[in-house]
């Protein structure tokens, strides 16, 4: 028999053996080397592409690729180096990789360092080189199964989804693109695009992990031309017969033009009734000549011609209602009728707008799910005229949580810092402007107290100079307060220009000078030197104050 003592201890084992267990178990699910094993295709370019990818030999994709880090980061990618260029590449899989069963998700990173003007900066997903391509040879003509990424040049600005699927009836690949599909991002950082085709036949579009698109392979609303035929086609060779009458209505062949039709009648005619209005000027021109104007003196009659002054209105038809030869006006004829036609009536043989009758379409199938040809390739054919853009992070896998935990590592620390940054010169670029305001701001109030200095000097306000002058310091002292102290100066100006209109107690100069005049006036002719000592008086009773010395 097992001792009761032991059973704690085995229970304590087994706890830990259990916690060991799960704690294993749970790292499994989190570890990313897992879900990189689960890619089944990755390239991040940390190593150069140079016989890995292949470069297009063909002659007008002269475009040089480069392995470069992307702007401000460690991080390496496979750049376009030159602008207005056309640019081919190609990377081949270990094996071709089928759309058909699950989910497949392609995904990948671009970053458009100098922006886009006019340019793609999409990913072909390739056919099998069965199909009628050469790495060394692949160009624009290349088969695709899907083509997938940014595109813009004026009027076009859109992500591609583009897919090739061949119609069982004729064997003819067609080219089914997304409608409405989302716009490309406008600025300059590292941006992910992925496309998650899923086995219900429905297909996402994300750009930073954000479902900007959902559509359906099997649906005329989402791609254009429809993957699915119409079941019937107008027919080619029905032809319209000769009697068919689209006419919904036709002139009454009985109708008749009235015997008083006067089809010669004018449509205006001379109004006899009008008279010439009082004071017209027969005799004066509408024009003269300008008396004015005067032969240019360089002017040569005989190289130039006889010289003639230029034409002004004649300053007497101003004020007369008219000049020249008068006419009488025209008007409206009441006999004018027009060329007479017979009224419309409705068509009796009227048939309707005739259109070919319908047949079965030979093109016409159904499929439960589309047959995408496999991936046997990646490539990137573009033509562009800007430079700086970067591969990065090509991924295919079979499970979108795959695709979100690369983005997680991969491209979302390189967005953030990238977004900080953008933030950073963003504020430090509104910090310049609102600097550049502040001075433009403290120009305009020096200019201001300036002026407010000299209307404190104009002589009636010397009886409130000291007060202005000291409301003008305060205002130095707090330039916010600019407007408050001119509104105050203005107001203190503006009330004793009123009470010396007006009437009132004058400043105090002004009356001194007052009382000086009057006793001018009343008082006999005295000698220079009581003159001169009468005035010193007055200035040193009247001191004047100084004007603060103020920095510029």
């Not at 008083?260 to 003269?288: M, N, Q, S, T």
């Not at 900080?420 to 403290?442: D, N, P």
Request: include cysteine.
């Amino acid at each position: 028999m097992v001792d009761r003592k032991e059973i704690p201890l085995a229970m304590g084992l087994l706890a830990v053996l259990l916690f060991f267990v799960a704690s294993s178990s749970s790292f499994h699910l989190v570890r990313a080397s897992d879900e990189v094993d689960d890619a089944i295709f990755y390239e991040s370019f940390d190593e150069d592409f140079d016989n890995r990818w292949i470069v297009s030999g063909k002659e007008e994709y002269n475009g040089v690729w480069k392995h470069s880090k992307s702007e401000g980061h460690d991080d390496f990618g496979l750049l376009v180096s030159e602008p207005a260029r056309k640019y081919a590449i190609v990377k081949e899989l270990d094996a071709p990789v089928s759309l058909k069963d699950g989910t497949v998700v392609l995904q990948f990173e671009t970053r458009l360092q100098n922006g886009l003007e006019c340019g793609g900066a999409y990913i072909k997903y390739l056919q099998t080189q069965e199909s009628g391509w050469k790495p060394k040879g692949f160009d624009n003509e290349s088969p695709y199964s899907i083509m997938f990424g940014p595109d813009r040049c004026g009027a076009t600005n859109k992500v591609h989804f583009i897919f090739r699927h061949k119609n069982p009836k004729t064997g003819k690949h067609v080219e089914h693109h997304l409608k409405f599909p989302p716009s490309v991002p406008s600025d300059k950082l590292s941006h992910v695009y992925t496309a998650v085709l899923k086995d219900d036949n429905e297909v996402s579009i994300l750009i930073d992990g954000e479902e900007k698109k959902k559509a359906n392979f099997l649906s005329s609303e989402d791609f254009e031309p429809a993957l699915i035929p119409s079941k019937t086609i107008p027919d080619p060779d029905d032809k319209k017969p000769e009697d068919w009458d689209e006419r919904a209505k036709i002139p009454d062949p009985e109708a008749v033009k009235p015997e008083d039709w006067d089809e010669d009648a004018p449509r205006e005619i001379i109004d006899e009734e009008a008279e010439k209005p009082e004071g017209w000027l027969d005799d004066e021109p509408e024009e003269v000549d300008d008396p004015e104007a005067t032969k240019p003196e360089d002017w040569d009659d005989e190289e130039d011609g006889e010289w003639e002054a230029p034409k002004i209105e004649n300053p007497k038809c101003e004020a007369a209602p008219g000049c020249g030869e008068w006419k009488r006006p025209t008007k409206s004829n009441p006999a004018y009728k027009g060329k007479w036609s017979a009224p419309y009536i409705d068509n009796p043989n009227y048939k309707g707008i005739w259109k070919p009758q319908e047949i079965p379409n030979p093109e016409y199938f159904e499929l439960e799910k589309p047959d995408f040809e496999p991936i046997a390739a990646i490539g990137i054919e573009i033509w562009t005229m800007q430079d700086g853009i970067l591969f990065d992070n090509v991924l295919i896998a079979k499970d979108d949580k795959i695709a979100e935990s690369y983005r997680e590592t991969t491209w979302k620390p390189k967005f953030n810092i990238e977004k900080e940054k953008q933030k950073a010169e963003e504020e430090a670029a509104a910090a310049a402007a609102a600097a550049s305001e502040s001075e433009g701001i403290a120009g305009i109030q020096k200019k201001a107290f300036d002026l407010l200095y000299k209307i404190a000097d104009i002589p009636f306000l010397s009886g409130q100079k000291e007060k202005i002058i000291e409301i003008i310091e305060k205002g130095e002292k707090q330039p916010n307060l600019t407007i408050g102290i001119i509104v105050s100066v203005v107001i203190v100006f503006v009330s004793i220009f009123f009470r010396l209109i007006f009437g009132g107690k004058k400043p105090a100069n002004v009356e001194a000078n007052v009382e000086k005049k009057t006793n001018t006036e009343t008082t006999s002719k005295q000698d220079g030197g009581e003159k001169e000592d009468n005035k010193e008086k007055e200035e040193t009773a009247n001191p004047p104050r100084r004007r603060p010395k103020r920095d510029n």
